[in-house]
Nanobody, 113 residues
Framework: QFVESGGGLVQPGGSLRLSCAAS????????MGWYRRAPGNPRQLVAR???????YYVDSVKGRFTISRDSAKNTVYLQMNSLKPEDTAVYYC?????????WGQGTQVTVSS
């Protein structure tokens, strides 16, 4: 139901744009979130966007990350700028709040020099 892409290896200060394709039955009515799981840590919300396009960011990414959605493509994006080593994680998308939908495979983001 969710297919994430766009991760990779980037140097500190670099940028990446993540994409998440969701099935139309989910995308149209639900708020969507980007989550991440760093090694040794639980999966945590990074940003979310309402069905109407209102964004929310956790403090650690505010001003650096931008979440957006394209309803025509059933896709949600996460533009990540000024990346830091602590942003290293596997990134996932899902509904917000979580509603029992299966997780996708995620996309690995590694920030390292």
């Amino acid at each position: 139901q969710f297919v994430e892409s766009g991760g990779g290896l980037v140097q500190p200060g670099g940028s990446l744009r993540l994409s998440c394709a969701a099935s139309g039955s989910i995308f149209g009515r639900d708020a969507m979130g980007w989550y991440r799981r760093a090694p040794g840590n639980p999966r945590q919300l990074v940003a979310r966007i309402s069905s109407g396009g209102a964004p929310y960011y956790v403090d650690s990414v505010k001003g650096r990350f931008t979440i957006s959605r394209d309803s025509a493509k059933n896709t949600v994006y996460l533009q990540m700028n000024s990346l830091k080593p602590e942003d290293t994680a596997v990134y996932y998308c899902n509904t917000y709040p979580l509603g029992g939908r299966s997780w996708g495979q995620g996309t690995q983001v590694t920030v390292s020099s």
